[in-house]
């Protein structure tokens, strides 16, 4: 059992490239999310799924789009990277509302 | 809209004393109530959780957290820290939807 896996583990990338993150996950869980973690901000959710071909927006979701082909893959793809995207970006699922999430080891980007 | 703060950013405390980690949120409805703690360059593992039931729940390495709901809180204790315990501790709030907010994070160091 794998649990979360994200790839990769680390990213440069120049201002205007675009790239997808990609996450998985072993457990046959229906929720997954995306987060992004910066100093003094706690995680904050980009985007979240509650199943295959369900996707939401979360808190701050400008700048990334996501997909939900398989109970099993959820990758975040940034569409024309910036700066300000600079961040440990991680992925994490959940067997339902009132259980905890597992969270990725992370991906830390780098815009420049 | 929810809410979630972590009132100190920062606890040095020495090795065998006790400490408390301060978390209030704001809610208007019923909340699931979680504690993560986050190792350096790791993701964040489920410490404790509050669904419903006792107000004081306990994790496997001696934290505990109280719900108290007339004052909004769910501090986290441990009576004695070990150097072990140094890390960031990240409180979460969730109302059912699957939009979990977390707090900005509190890094607790141990000193020797």
């Known amino acids: 059992n794998a649990g979360v896996t994200q790839t990769p583990k680390f990213q440069v990338l120049k201002t205007g490239q675009s790239m997808t993150l990609q996450c998985a996950q072993d457990m046959n869980h229906e929720y997954m999310s995306w987060y992004r973690q910066d100093p003094g901000m706690g995680l904050r959710l980009i985007h979240y799924s509650v199943g295959a071909g369900i996707t939401d927006q979360g808190e701050v979701p400008n700048g990334y789009n996501v997909s939900r082909s398989t109970t099993e893959d959820f990758p975040l793809r940034l569409l024309s990277a910036a700066p300000s995207q600079t961040s440990v970006y991680f992925c994490a699922s959940s067997p339902s509302l009132a259980n905890e999430q597992f969270f990725g080891p992370g991906t830390r980007l780098t815009v420049l | 809209a929810q809410s979630v703060t972590q009132l100190d950013s920062q606890v040095p405390v020495f090795e065998e004393a006790p400490v408390e980690l301060r978390c209030n949120y704001s809610?208007?409805?019923?909340?699931?109530l979680f504690w993560y703690v986050q190792y350096p360059n790791q993701g964040l593992q489920l410490l404790l959780k509050y669904l419903s039931g006792s107000t004081l729940v306990e994790s496997i390495n001696g934290f505990e957290a109280e719900f108290n709901k007339s004052q909004t809180s769910f501090h986290l204790r441990k009576p004695s820290v070990h150097i072990s315990d140094t890390a960031e501790y990240f409180c979460a709030v969730s109302s059912g939807g699957f939009k979990t907010i977390f707090g900005a994070g509190t890094r607790l160091f141990v000193k020797a």
């Open positions: 809610s208007s409805v019923s909340v699931y």
